[in-house]
């Protein structure tokens, strides 16, 4: 195996080498949505970012086991479900989201854990800080006191005074102390689903699900733990205060957490604010190759702006590939090409920089187009591989109705009637294509999802 490849780590504030517990074997962690609502793009970033992470580690030659769960149980469920059943909204809401992320062609985690599925592990935990005095009970709740934990705030480097738990009032009478958080939450009026535990029936609170099911499928202390910065504080900085009270020893050797996504003018996209665009929406209206793209063509630890501009570019970036691709030969590519093909490894190893990496293959992409013929495609299968887009090199054949379509969408571009060539546009995008002009009034045709 070549060099380590090395990450930076939020908690120590520096690029480390990945040093498995395991050796050849890698363990990651990533928190994956709550399922109240149909998932956005933004929501959609750490999943394509750690499912390309664990491609490009096992290309590296290690074993890689990737977890990232599904919330099921939390307050903006209930709150979402009004007077109809939480329970099943969340299932709802985890097909469409299990549905939706299929479509981004990158395979599956190898752990979906949801939380109402791990109840049992989760009172275990807090058992264990009850036990270490690290947490106490009150009229039902359970808190985890704060100030028990030396090292609390390690992670978000912030100090007692500037953190807020986000609980707002919720359960402030029963705390011992405002910084202190809920484990556990006795069952409201109005909720449907609750278990039973020795403190009283009710449900867990948000960090330490993630705390349980990282523990059961990793263990303590496995390699990578990442997330979307928005998580850093409270609920990663609980869910490392958790573990390291419960069970003596860090929960993750390496905290990896993805920028956000913005909006054209510079705001970060939320539900709250209203200026999200929906997974299944962008996908419908762009496709996976296109979205896959974007969503890797900046650094994972970098905010990435989200607007029509970068889309079609992106989405322009796909056709060139395509057209590379299809150029190629089968087979080895030359050994002077191997450089370059390096130097996208290279740039992967060295904290994921996929823009570095995808600037390399763009400079292999140009040369091989220079030499015009008999260019092997094995370093391009290679790359695009990684990426998750080793399909396009597959020739795609439309059917007979959208190819006749095509056909008169460019007869009425050569003969000016572009009114006509948008309709028929629609009408093929409608049967799920997408057509490209080509020089010399042809056109190119590509499965549009």
Not at 233 to 238: G, S, V
Not at 258 to 264: E, F, I, W
Not at 367 to 383: C, F, I, K, S
Request: hydrophobic share 40%; charged share 25%.
């Amino acid at each position: 195996m070549a060099e380590a490849p090395r990450f930076y780590d939020t908690r120590t504030r520096g690029v480390l080498p990945l040093t498995p517990r395991d050796a050849g074997r890698v363990g990651i962690y990533a928190c994956g949505p709550t399922v109240y609502d149909r998932i956005h793009v933004g929501n959609a970033r750490p999943f394509v970012v750690f499912s390309l992470l664990k491609r490009y580690l096992v290309h590296a030659g290690y074993e890689v086991t990737l977890v990232i769960n599904i919330t099921d149980v939390n307050d903006k469920i209930y709150a979402a479900a009004g007077s109809g059943s939480s329970v099943e909204l969340a299932e709802a809401m985890t097909a469409a989201y299990l549905a939706d992320t299929d479509r981004l062609g990158l395979g599956r985690p190898d752990h979906e854990p949801r939380a109402g599925e791990w109840i049992g592990a989760i009172v275990e935990e807090i058992e264990a800080l009850l036990a270490s005095g690290h947490a106490y009970e009150a009229q039902g709740d359970v808190y985890f006191r704060v100030r028990e934990d030396p090292r609390y705030g390690a992670l978000s480097r912030r100090t007692l005074d500037a953190m807020d738990q986000g609980e707002g009032l919720e359960g402030a009478e029963r705390k011992e102390d405002p910084l202190d958080f809920a484990l556990w939450k006795a069952q409201k009026p109005g909720e449907d689903s609750a278990w039973d535990a020795r403190w009283g029936r009710g449900r867990p609170g948000w960090h330490i699900e993630c705390s349980a099911m990282a523990e059961h499928h990793l263990g303590v202390g496995f390699d990578i733990h990442g997330g979307g910065l928005d998580l850093l504080f409270p609920h990663h900085e609980n869910e490392a205060a958790q573990t390291r009270c419960a069970r003596g020893a860090e929960l993750a050797q390496i905290w990896m957490h993805n920028g956000m996504l913005a909006a054209a003018d510079g705001e970060k996209m939320s539900k709250s604010v209203g200026n999200i665009m929906r997974l299944h929406e962008a996908l419908d209206r762009h496709g996976r190759d296109t979205l896959v793209l974007y969503l890797a063509s900046g650094h994972y630890r970098q905010p990435i702006v989200y607007g029509e501009e970068t889309l079609a570019a992106a989405s322009a970036s796909v056709a060139r590939i395509r057209d590379a691709a299809r150029a190629l030969v089968p087979g080895p590519s030359a050994q002077d090409l191997r450089p370059l093909r390096d130097h996208f490894f290279a740039a992967l190893a060295d904290d994921f920089r996929t823009p570095e990496a995808l600037a390399a293959m763009w400079e292999w992409i140009r040369e091989a187009n220079r030499r015009r013929e008999g260019v092997g495609d094995g370093d391009l299968r290679e790359m695009l591989g990684v990426l998750g887009l080793e399909n396009l090199f597959e020739a795609a054949s439309a059917p007979a109705e959208v190819e006749a379509l095509a056909r008169e969408r460019s007869a009425a571009r050569a003969a000016g009637d572009y009114a006509r060539a948008d309709v028929l546009r629609a009408q093929i995008e409608a049967l799920g294509w997408l057509v490209r002009d080509t020089p010399g009034g042809g056109h190119d045709l590509t499965p549009h999802e």
